[in-house]
């Protein structure tokens, strides 16, 4: 059983940016400093990255979900030389442990990439893939229906207590018993749980959300734009991220028209028109030909950071709990 504590599909499920990378994010580089990760532990978590790719890649063709999949590959741009250098030296690791196929794109071939000046080259990570996230979400719904799994809207959790050996409810540990998790519509009992919550947790499990911090990430949408305008603009139709603290992501829409941008207009939610605003600021510095182009769409959507910028998945008390800044469009 699912439990959505509002309508399906909401928040950042269905609103993310919708670029699946394979791990390209792990132990980046902030402003020049780079995360502290140890080299197995990098190692584990490109290799569980790059599983994790394969897993959503096999799930959408066996189940045939149409969610316009498209494996273009992943330009990140370097925002300073320095960035650069440091994307230059976690090559190495990309391909070994996550067999990204990435390469270095120095500057003055930028433009193969996009065409904008704005960076100072980057890196092309071959193993990276993007699709609707909110097709890819109805398509996982499709799933769960063939195969009688209960999915409850409106079912917000209020508490999960541990069941012990005689039957009993507790707080604390499990015992191997079970779970009763009360929610707004009536008390389930369960073998095992999962939250996944992200950043959308709540009080239910105070000790998750502390370590959590919702950020909100933010995403217009252009109107159509000419052919010629569109087709130029990334020409092998990949997405882009950059190495910026303050990131931003985009790409082309599927259909080649419009131009999708997200990035953090604000650190929380906010009007949805000044974010466009802020939006096609960001935009227009990377492409000022898009200057004249009018904004139609403008939404957003909560992701979880960590303080250690990683994804994180433990089993705690005999609960699953998977969070972080890589599992920005759980629920």
Sequence with gaps: MVLERGPL??????????????????????????????PERAQALLADAADAFSLIE??????????????N????????????????Q????????????????????????????YYYGGMVVERSASLHPALYYKGLLDVCRRRDIAICAEASVEGITAVNSHGSSHAGSNGGAGWRVATSRGTVTAGDVVIATNGYTGAVTPALRRRV????????????LPADLAGSLIPKRRSISDTKRVLCYYRLSPDGRRMV????????PADPVLCARVLHGYMTERFPQLKGARVTH????????????????????GCIIAWGAMAAASR
């Design 9 to 38: 599909g909401i928040g950042a499920s269905t609103r993310n940016g919708g670029s699946v990378s394979g791990g390209v994010n792990i132990g980046k580089s902030f402003s020049g400093r780079a995360a502290e990760v140890a």
């Design 58 to 71: 096999r799930l959408i063709e066996d189940e045939k979900i149409d969610c316009f999949w498209q494996k």
């Design 73 to 88: 590959g992943r330009f990140v741009g370097a925002w300073t030389p320095k960035h650069y250098a440091y994307q230059a």
């Design 90 to 117: 976690r090559l190495a690791g990309l391909n070994n442990d996550a067999q990204s196929g990435a390469t270095m794109v120095p500057r003055e071939r930028q433009r193969d990439e996009i065409a904008s000046d």
């Design 213 to 224: 911090v919702p950020i909100a990430s933010h995403i217009i949408a252009t109107e159509e």
């Design 261 to 268: 941008f997200g990035g953090r207009a604000r650190f929380t």
């Design 298 to 317: 403008s939404w957003t959507g909560n992701t979880a950071f960590t303080l250690d910028a990683l994804p994180h998945m433990a089993r705690r008390a």
